[in-house]
């Protein structure tokens, strides 16, 4: 009985250190979006990882480049976080974005956690999860 309720107490226990990790990630990603829907290309450029802000240089690059190649995360309808997963040690979120035409967009957010909280490093479009060859 006591071997059960500590296995108990520590799924709990990790169960909550996911659960916030998951709240934090979400939280950067949503802000980011947030800052996008505002044209504040200054904050979102904030939640960008270290090497993808040494790559755009600026937040009027950064911002250029989300409007002309991520349209629906700088005015989606709607945004629907899925699941965190790890892929060869780096953490993704999937998140299901609705424009404004009311067409679904899946992309993955890779995470990197910083001595200034969690980044994200890297935004890829995936393929329509309905298709398949």
């Not at 990882?49 to 005015?75: A, D, K, L």
């Not at 995470?111 to 200034?116: C, L």
Request: charged share 20%; aromatic share 10%; proline share 4%.
């Amino acid at each position: 009985m006591l071997k059960w309720m500590m296995a108990l107490a520590v799924s709990v226990c990790l169960t909550g250190a996911v659960s916030a990790q998951d709240a934090e990630i979400e939280g950067v990603i949503g802000s980011q979006i947030e800052a996008f829907k505002a044209d504040d290309f200054v904050s979102a450029f904030e939640f960008a990882s270290p090497s993808i802000r040494g790559m755009f240089r600026t937040p009027e690059n950064f911002g250029r480049m989300v409007t002309q190649g991520y349209p629906m995360v700088w005015r989606p309808a709607e945004v629907t976080f899925l699941e965190l997963r790890e892929v060869a040690g780096a953490l993704w979120q999937k998140v299901q974005i609705v424009d404004g035409k009311g067409v679904v967009h899946w992309l993955d957010y890779r995470m990197q956690e910083t001595e200034n909280g969690w980044k994200i490093s890297a935004v890829q479009l995936l393929d329509d999860p309905g298709l398949s060859a």
